[in-house]
């Protein structure tokens, strides 16, 4: 009879263990989030401002231009001036360092047409809105057909797990995660 309870302590104690271990510890505030392809960046950028979440930073979205490729530098440099494209920031987890994100955006030939590859930074209601007014200004063309796009998002502090299954429930979500930390 001792030797039964000794196991199936030891058998409570493993389980304990795992489930424990099995809880990967993630950054607090923040939530990564997939986009299915095909989804216009109107359509995230209507899903994020619903959920009341930031977006600091936006990959994976191409757009084509029909500008001869000897405009690549000016249509570089007039992108390059978006706040957006091109920050200053403070981080919120480390406010006493301020970084310099100089990713700009990419222009580049392809084919008959040129390739825009932007990284999307700190996209809150007015970059939204002078985005949507620049890809129409400049005639881009939204890539939908393409891969995905992801998002990393700022979240309120504890409530990370709730919104990553309800963006998971999202018919235009692929997948959402926490910003888990993984030791080295």
Same mark, same amino acid.
């Given at each position: 009879?001792?030797?039964?309870q000794?196991?199936?302590?030891s058998?409570?104690l493993?389980?304990?263990?795992?489930k424990?271990?099995? @809880?990967?510890?993630?950054m607090?505030?923040r939530?990564?989030?997939?986009? #299915?392809?095909?989804i216009?960046m109107?359509?995230?950028?209507?899903?994020?401002?619903?959920?009341n979440?930031?977006?600091?930073e936006?990959?994976g979205?191409?757009?084509?231009?029909?500008?001869?490729k000897?405009?690549?530098?000016s249509?570089?440099?007039?992108l =390059?001036? #978006?706040?957006?494209? =091109?920050t200053l920031?403070t981080?919120t987890?480390?406010p006493?360092?301020?970084? #310099?994100l100089d990713?700009?955006v990419?222009?580049?030939?392809?084919?008959?047409?040129?390739?825009?590859?932007?990284?999307?930074l700190?996209? =809150?209601?007015?970059?939204?809105n002078d985005?949507?007014?620049t #890809?129409?200004?400049?005639?881009l063309?939204?890539?939908?057909? &393409? &891969?995905?796009?992801y998002?990393?998002?700022?979240?309120?502090?504890?409530?990370?797990? @709730?919104?990553?299954?309800?963006f998971?429930?999202?018919?235009i979500?692929?997948?959402? @995660?926490?910003n888990y930390?993984e @030791?080295l």
């Amino acid at each position: 009879m001792r030797h039964l309870q000794v196991c199936l302590l030891s058998c409570f104690l493993y389980c304990i263990a795992c489930k424990k271990s099995s @809880q990967r510890p993630y950054m607090p505030g923040r939530l990564l989030v997939g986009i #299915k392809a095909g989804i216009s960046m109107e359509s995230v950028f209507a899903l994020m401002n619903s959920m009341n979440v930031t977006m600091l930073e936006t990959n994976g979205v191409v757009y084509y231009s029909f500008y001869p490729k000897d405009s690549i530098p000016s249509l570089t440099n007039y992108l =390059d001036s #978006k706040r957006y494209l =091109d920050t200053l920031f403070t981080d919120t987890l480390s406010p006493t360092q301020v970084f #310099k994100l100089d990713w700009g955006v990419s222009v580049t030939s392809h084919g008959d047409t040129l390739q825009i590859l932007p990284t999307l930074l700190y996209m =809150d209601h007015g970059a939204q809105n002078d985005w949507i007014t620049t #890809k129409q200004q400049l005639q881009l063309t939204e890539n939908t057909g &393409g &891969g995905f796009v992801y998002v990393y998002l700022k979240v309120p502090v504890g409530k990370e797990i @709730q919104l990553s299954n309800e963006f998971n429930r999202n018919p235009i979500v692929s997948w959402s @995660q926490l910003n888990y930390v993984e @030791q080295l």
